[in-house]
């Protein structure tokens, strides 16, 4: 994001323009209950490992990070740089980290963090990921002293409410149809139809799917 800034300008790209981009929003689950056993240094251990594994995953998809929030990423595709396939690209990331993250859990049993972490605290932790695709406004926010790049839009309100929304459905990964509908067929053979879901903040229903490989094992 740095370089593309740097090389960049258009006045129009430095203070927002509009793009039509999918957002990723993941988070984890039983994450609190987690933190409660482990040391503010072990803490930080875990989560940074956490955070660069998906980072790495992120990159090769095209994803662009825009915000860690707490053990929360916010994630870009199609923005700052143009990616024509970018609900494709989402998901298929969003897949990725999650088949990661299931091989993290097992590393982490293997290590000091088990000195701190009941085994059955692992057994809850999961992951939980909403991609939803439309319009936002990309570009930098802020104040002239203290300045990030961010996007800004219903799109990313309704990415994060569809990774909530997993808890009423057990799943791990749920995605809006205006994501759905722009995938190829080997992933669309994957999804699941939940239904048309009120989504909180929206008057109107929205069609959500979960996919296959994601839908199991989350409490």
């Not at 923005?79 to 590393?107: I, W």
């Not at 701190?116 to 605290?121: E, K, L, T």
């Amino acid at each position: 994001v740095a370089e593309k800034l740097l090389t960049t300008t258009s006045d129009t790209t430095m203070s927002g323009e509009e793009r039509v981009v999918s957002v990723l929003f993941s988070d984890l689950q039983a994450y609190t209950t987690m933190s409660e056993h482990l040391p503010p240094a072990q803490l930080v251990k875990l989560l940074n490992h956490y955070f660069g594994e998906m980072t790495t995953i992120i990159d090769q998809y095209g994803g662009c990070v825009i915000e860690f929030l707490g053990d929360g990423i916010l994630i870009v595709f199609g923005a700052p740089q143009s990616l024509d396939n970018h609900a494709e690209q989402a998901v298929r990331c969003a897949l990725a980290m999650y088949e990661r993250f299931q091989t993290l859990l097992e590393e982490w049993k293997n290590t000091s963090l088990a000195n701190y972490v009941p085994s059955d605290s692992y057994q809850l932790l999961g992951m939980r990921m909403g991609i939803h695709s439309g319009a936002v406004v990309a570009g930098n926010l802020g104040c002239a002293s203290r300045m990030k790049y961010a996007v800004i839009g219903d799109t990313v309100n309704v990415a994060a409410r569809l990774e909530a929304l997993n808890k009423n459905f057990q799943t791990h990964l749920l995605i809006s149809g205006d994501t759905a509908q722009q995938l190829p067929m080997d992933l669309s053979q994957t999804m699941h139809f939940q239904g048309m879901q009120q989504v909180k903040g929206r008057e109107g229903m929205l069609p959500v799917y979960s996919l296959i490989g994601a839908e199991s094992d989350c409490a």
